[in-house]
């Protein structure tokens, strides 16, 4: 609308006990109307004695904790949910200063959408989000005003703490107002202190609507492409990878850190709220023309129910006489399985199928494991499933192993 200027987002961080967090419950109910309206009052009195007087601007307040995720998403959706609820709060289209706050009606939030997630173990920072509107003059004044004093001025009142404290149930360590960008920042500092900062790269593209794709390539071989919100990343075989690192002295271990970092990165992505494609390997992912690099990521980029990449090694068009059906599970410490190797062989020693197969996700791991057992049963056998507790592989290190007495005594 012409008189309405950019919105300023901000939250108040809650800060809680890490031992809390720990524990798996999730974060407390959204307030109802009643309480959401009174701790908005509470932060509007915090941000007067800060920033000083702001009856020319509306403001308008979530009442709920949110993980820094859930705020965070790609062209930050939640700051034009508050502005649009707003808006339908006037009676006309022109901008009018007034202070609203948004709970639970019943159960629900007026837009499900914006109301928080739940998710067991989010924290230790939690946020309270909230946005500043007014005409573009104010804004254009009020902004740099929030960017200069609210991290470095921004304690909550005591009042407000109690507040908190008794409308969720949660006794916070540390109250602390922050802007968007003071979020981000915090975010940045804590990915690049725990070696992620490649991730914040990504997120930092899938952020802000105005930022180019993103591309970043790990020397472990994990290669993830961001284009606002999806995400493109590159799987490999355990045969592709060790193309890649010839020179490898561990291959399983090495292997297996592509794996945990494969996990760790798609999960960040997924957690901000990015679509995450799996993508096959291609040479043009390496393109130095990004947009050459996107564009194949495109195309090959498996189907979102894909549960497993298969690698055929050996397949007979005809299984009979089977006699035996075994799933030598490849795994690391602390990753679990991270590929099968199934081999089916007949009643005189011939193998019919030998494959390798990678779940994509934790839950793929289950299905394979019930997709062969299922097999098996189709034959009257019973699964034999091995647990090596590592990644066997032939000494040239191109192919991945079954336990060698699955092959049977003939080979």
Known sequence: ??????????????????????????PPE???????????????????????PLHQYGFVVLGGLYDVTEILRPGLPIVDSLAELYRRSLPDTRFQPQ?????????????????????????????????FLGEPEAMDAL?????????????????????????????????????FNDLCALMKIQLEHAGFGPLWQLLESALFIDQP?????????????????????????????????????????????????????????????????????????RDDNLDKALSEARMCAMPANTQHVNEIVTQSDHWTDVAGISLTEHSRPGLGPIAFTVLVRSGDGRILHYANQYPLAPEAVSHTRDLWRATAERFGLELEVIQPG?????????QLLPWPEAIGPSH
Not at 8 to 21: G, H, I, K, M, N
Not at 242 to 260: K, L, M, N
């Open 213 to 285: 794709p993103a591309r970043i390539e790990l020397p472990e071989g994990n290669l993830i492409i961001v284009d606002g919100t999806e995400a493109f990343a590159r799987f490999l075989t355990f045969r592709q990878w060790s193309a890649e690192h010839p020179d490898s002295e561990h291959p399983a271990a090495d292997y297996g850190r592509f794996h945990q970092l494969q996990r760790q990165y798609t999960a960040g992505l997924a957690a901000h709220g990015l679509q995450v494609h799996s993508v096959e390997h291609a040479v043009a992912l």
């Open 143 to 179: 902004s740099p005003r929030l960017e200069q004093q609210l991290l470095e001025k921004g304690r909550a009142s005591l009042r407000t703490g109690q507040l908190i404290q008794d409308s969720f149930g949660v006794q916070p360590l540390n109250l602390s107002f922050a802007t």
């Open 1 to 26: 609308m012409p008189n309405w200027g950019s919105p300023a987002p901000a939250v108040l961080t809650v800060e809680l006990d890490l031992e809390v967090v720990t524990q798996g419950e999730p």
């Open 30 to 52: 959204p307030l109802t109307g009643e309480a959401a309206d009174k701790l908005c009052w509470a932060l509007a009195e915090d941000l007067q004695r800060i920033l000083g």
């Open 390 to 398: 590592d990644v066997l592989h032939t000494p040239s290190r191109d």
């Open 99 to 131: 202070v609203m706050a948004i709970g639970t009606q019943g159960a629900e939030f007026p837009m499900p959408e914006i109301a928080p997630q739940r998710r067991p173990g989010s924290g230790p920072l939690l946020c309270i989000p909230f946005v």
